[in-house]
């Protein structure tokens, strides 16, 4: 089994903050007999993608992907996530809040992207199939390599935006973006009654429909975007399962507990805290607990944002010699 627990392993200024004095007995124990080795951080759709067997075109193409699970056909066109999003001008960085800080409704998403399209036409004509979930069309695929949106949430975007031959472009055509959405009576009615304007688009998760995988694993995960690529590859993604036992970590298949990722994205040192004892109480001691009854391969505990992962095995459950050290020093 692979857990995909992004956060698990924070930066380290909101580790100091919010593991202070915090003692989870199951965690450390885990910690302390595991084995801690690098995995890819790519972020969790890049670990996801892997997990499916869904192979990176220039991006790792949840565009496509998810465009169907909202009802587009994706044909044979190259596609790009263009999300809307709002960039706060920090001191020294430009900071991004995704679609989730800005809860906007269909009516507003709708008029702002007929506004982008009118003004840009089809070189930057936005679909909004999903308030929160934008589209790019193109035949023929822009030289572009993009930062998925939640690897780029809570982040100085500088370092993560698009690369490559017609990265020029676009980031020109983005900043010309800004400008309009500025004077756009959709946002001076946002901002006037206190809530975060749309003042730009983040183009993530280009590619062409790929080959569906051959063999399916199961996947327990809620997000869109992980209900999207299980629909793909035909391993609908399932609730997080109540009963939490050896038969349950010992099987195959992808859990993807995100209950961190807010917090960590935007730095909540006490929403991470607290979201880290749900985990400790609600898998961490069962899987204490069951370890010695696991099978064979084991399990992966991974944090595809950190790239560090935990490796378990059942001959784990008997290194009572390990002993487990303060959390902040384990998680660093």
């Known amino acids: 089994m692979l857990f995909i627990i992004p ?16 003692h989870l007995p199951a965690l450390q124990a ?7 080795q690098p995995c890819p951080g790519g972020g969790v759709e890049a670990a996801l993608c892997e997990a499916l ?9 949840l565009a496509p992907i998810t465009l ?56 930057l004509s936005p679909l909004p199939l999903h308030p ?14 993009t930062t998925p949106l939640s690897v780029a949430v809570g982040r100085d975007i500088d370092p993560l935006l698009p690369q490559g031959n017609d990265a020029m472009r676009f980031r020109a055509e983005l900043n010309e973006l800004q400008m309009l959405l500025h004077e756009h009576p959709v946002n001076q009615a946002r901002e006037a009654r206190g809530d975060l304007p749309v003042n730009s688009l983040w183009l993530w998760g280009g590619g062409r429909l790929p080959v569906t995988c051959a063999t399916p694993v199961p996947l327990y995960a809620g997000n869109a975007e992980a209900q999207a690529l299980g629909a793909f590859c035909n391993a609908r993604a399932r609730a997080l399962p109540a009963h939490r036992d050896a038969p349950l970590f010992g099987s195959d298949g992808v859990m993807l507990l995100d209950t961190l990722i807010l917090a960590g994205q935007v730095g909540d040192a006490y929403g991470w805290r607290e979201a880290l004892r749900e985990l400790e109480q609600g898998w961490f001691v069962p899987l204490l607990g069951t370890l010695r009854e696991i099978g064979p391969r084991g399990l992966q505990l991974m944090d ?16 009572f010699w390990r002993r487990p050290r303060s959390l902040i020093s384990m998680l660093s």
Do not use: C, N
């Open 30 to 36: 885990l910690l302390a007999r595991g084995t801690r």
């Open 304 to 319: 595809p944002v950190s790239g560090r992962a935990l490796h378990l095995h059942r001959r784990d459950a008997w290194k």
């Open 53 to 61: 067997d869904i192979s990176r075109q220039q991006d790792w193409p």
């Open 7 to 22: 956060y698990l392993f924070p930066p380290a200024r909101l580790l100091e903050t919010a593991a202070q004095g915090l």
């Open 132 to 145: 929160q979930r934008w589209y790019l069309q193109y035949s023929l695929a822009p030289r572009l390599a």
């Open 68 to 123: 169907a699970a909202d009802g587009g056909v994706a044909g044979d066109a190259y596609w790009l996530r263009a999300d809307p999003v709002h960039l706060r001008v920090m001191r020294d960085r430009i900071v991004l809040a995704g679609a989730d800080a800005l809860s906007l409704s269909r009516q507003e998403a709708d008029a702002l992207a007929a506004a982008i399209g009118q003004h840009f036409g089809p070189d």
